[in-house]
């Protein structure tokens, strides 16, 4: 497959998967009502913080595979493919129903202890934090066989199939709740049933994509030696990761009273979706970037880093901008409910500024990730943590969502500031000045512009119609998408082609 292939499958397959979540996700507030909502937020945070029994191996697979693809047709080809596979697979199988007990034997703990339950029956929450703790595992499972997938970039059949799991989970839990009952408890075991077919899927995918020698039933632990350098720094990486972007979502479900906290998780799942944005073009660029590598190709590799994270800026920095300045009106669209959008638009404000820049500052983790070599990224994030986390902790406790909001922009404000040019200096001398002078400035210039333009549009958001105000607020996202791919020297030539076709077609 292209990388033009790859990407364009990306994002029409992470496009479906976020347009399909924005859509049924108030559908579920409106059903499960505010309180069990929040307990869908919570299995949000549970299963980012078991990616960290991924030790790194998860990545580390991705890259393996990516690198043996990279030397294929070479005598350097990898016989150890094979051997690596089994192990991780075992080894993540083993994990996953250690921490499905783990969780089940919990579970009262969490329900009693740690949620702010304030209606729903206690029992009720225990045996929903139970199955959330099954579905979890399982996805989590899953995401080892999606790693491999994407390093044999076969990215156009996984997207496939991560659509019509998507309409599965998304679709089927709102007929669920909607034609069966409201009970959260249905969610649940609904999640948990499409879970375990999610696995069974990828799982197939997977070993059918491998090469005939890797479809093999040797295992040993002993190819696991090649890639645990590697995945050591990978798995702290994560976990220092986990406390940078989850700290804030673990300590408040904690915090909050479970209602409030079911709005949070309505305003974090707006906010999170500016860092998907990235998630296609990094899911087709990162086996690239280390196969070129793997060719010692590395001014080719250095200019697909550059015009991918330009092609990230384009698209997160508008949006981003955008959410920050109509916050109220979006979530009022968006749900149709006022109350969580007076409550919700203070703290997205500065979500979404903050995940904008965070779009782009994982494009240095990648640069670090094509190279195999994470230990400054591993330094940055440590130091990050140790920052961050207490001063997180402390906004949480004595000023709630709101201050852990700012204090989480501020951060990323500061790190997007010292980071980028350390590592591009050491990966890349040389470059940080022409990608921050000709492939981000432009953007940040064109988006303020954009943002001018938008203020100007105030007086047709004030309407009680969401369909109106969602034709305003698509019809400015899209404009400043245009503007900022017309200053764009990555984007301008595909934006031009296009128009082109169009004209031709219709002339």
Known sequence: MTLRTNTVANFVGQGYVTAIAVIMLPLYLRDLGAEAYGLVGFFVVMQAWLRLLDMGLS????????????????????????????????????????????????????????????????????????????????????????????????????????????????????????????????????????????????????????????????????????????????????????LLTQIDKLILSNVLPLRDYGYYALVAVIANSITSLGGPISSAVLPRMTGLLAQERREAMTMLYRKSSQMVAVVALPISALIALVPQELIYAWTGDRQAAQWGAPILAWLALGNGLLALSAFQYYLQYAHGKIRLHVWNSTINALIQTPLIIFAAYHYGAYGAALTWFILRVVSFIVWPPIIHHVFAPGLHKEWLVHDIAPILAATSVGALLVRGLEPLLASDGRLEIMIVLACAALSMLLLNSLVSWSCRPYLIRTIERIGAVHG
Not at 83 to 110: H, K, Q
Not at 154 to 168: D, K, P, Y
Not at 193 to 201: F, I, K, R, Y
Not at 203 to 225: D, E, Q, V
Request: glycine share 8%; proline share 4%.
């Open 59 to 242: 990545p580390a697979l991705g890259r393996e595979l990516a690198h043996a693809r990279g030397l294929a047709h070479s005598a350097d080809a990898d016989p150890q493919a094979a051997g690596i596979v089994r192990a991780i697979e075992r080894l993540f199988l083993l994990l996953a129903i250690a921490s499905g007990i783990a969780i089940w034997r919990c579970s009262g703990l969490v329900a009693t202890r740690w949620l702010h339950v304030q209606s729903l029956p206690i029992a009720e929450v225990t045996q929903c934090v139970t199955l959330m703790g099954l579905a979890a595992s399982l996805r989590w499972l899953a995401a080892l066989y999606r790693s491999g997938i994407q390093g044999l970039e076969r990215q156009v059949w996984l997207n496939s199939a991560n659509m019509g799991i998507a309409t599965l989970r998304y679709v089927g839990v709102w007929a669920v709740l909607h034609w069966i009952s409201h009970d959260p408890r249905y969610f649940f075991g609904y999640e948990l049933g499409v879970s375990l077919g999610e696995t069974a899927l990828l799982h197939y995918g997977m070993y059918r994509l491998l090469p005939t020698p890797a479809k093999t039933n040797r295992f040993s632990w002993a190819p696991l030696s090649k890639v645990l350098p590697f995945a050591g720094g990978v798995a702290y990486a994560a976990l220092v990761w986990v």
